[in-house]
């Protein structure tokens, strides 16, 4: 019978949990005393944990996406290229400098708010990266099942075969209901491999756009200090009298910002043309 096989001479505790000898441990069982539970039991870890990787999926996806926080970046400089209220009194116009009305406190703040961002970016990136190894591990048990539920298949054939002689109803019985339950745990167990296979593409696809959000933030973070420097320079000179423009120092500062912005997005749109995948909502 299934007794027949050759024995595993490495280590008994790995072996033990080897497809195969997970299969021929089964199979001996279900030809002592034929109950259906004993083969309708198998892969049920792997689907369960499986549902626990793949549970809290729907929640991750709330997470705040690149192009919010860009955007929002983007509305607090926005008054920064809105031109400066004129004097109150006639006489100041002709002294009116075209500098921007971001001071040097308004940059700051949005430099802890990308610092905040960040720190929330690093956060969730590292909750993403737990959850994919969650995942992975749990890919594996349910290809484990799916590869013991195919090793049974010719143990049980081999069974039968022997009992034929003797117990002819035994065997055939015992062959028929073995291959529909069977039939019926890898009909469960490929389903569940393939929502999570959808869940790891999806969890791939956020680990990658969060990947892009960290840059994004990095890069307007570090425009911002420049941004800052550069303000800081502009009103030394402006309490220095000197004829250098501080106008044209402040348009530098946000041309830097822009620019990073710029690039922060374009990486952005790159990612969007690779994002084709269904909703993780769907699943």
Not at 49 to 60: E, I, K, Q, W
Not at 69 to 76: C, F, N
Not at 204 to 218: F, H, T
């Amino acid at each position: 019978m299934v007794d027949g096989e050759p024995s595993n001479s490495r280590n008994p505790i790995a072996a033990a949990t080897e497809p195969k000898t997970i299969a021929r441990n089964i199979v001996r069982r279900w030809v002592r005393d034929t109950a259906d539970v004993i083969l309708s039991q198998i892969g049920e870890d792997a689907i369960r944990a499986s549902c626990d990787a793949t549970a809290h999926l729907p929640a991750l996806v709330e997470g705040r996406s690149a192009p919010t926080i860009i955007a929002d970046v983007e509305r607090s400089i926005a008054t920064w290229d809105a031109p400066p209220p004129p004097p109150r009194f006639q006489w100041l116009r002709g002294r009116q400098h075209s500098a921007a009305r971001a001071s040097t406190k308004d940059i700051d703040t949005l430099v802890m708010r990308l610092d905040a961002e960040r720190d929330e970016s690093t956060r969730r990136m590292i909750l993403l990266t737990s959850t994919r190894n969650r995942l992975a591990k749990s890919a594996d048990g349910l290809e484990q099942a799916l590869t013991t539920l195919e090793l049974m298949r010719p143990m049980i054939e081999s069974a039968a075969r022997e009992l034929r002689v003797e117990q002819p109803e035994r065997a055939a019985a015992m062959q028929d209901r073995g291959s529909a339950i069977l039939l019926e745990r890898e009909q469960a167990l490929l389903t569940q491999q393939a929502i999570h296979q959808q869940a790891t593409m999806t969890l791939d696809l956020l680990i990658a756009n969060q990947s892009v959000l960290d840059k994004a933030i990095v890069q307007a973070r570090t425009a911002t200090l420049s941004a800052l420097q550069v303000a800081m320079a502009a009103r030394q000179v402006m309490s220095d009298q000197t004829q250098t423009d501080p106008g044209l120092a402040a348009e530098r500062a946000r041309d830097k910002l822009r620019t990073a912005l710029a690039e922060a997005r374009q990486a952005m749109e790159t990612m969007a043309l690779r994002d084709n995948s269904p909703s993780p909502l769907d699943l």
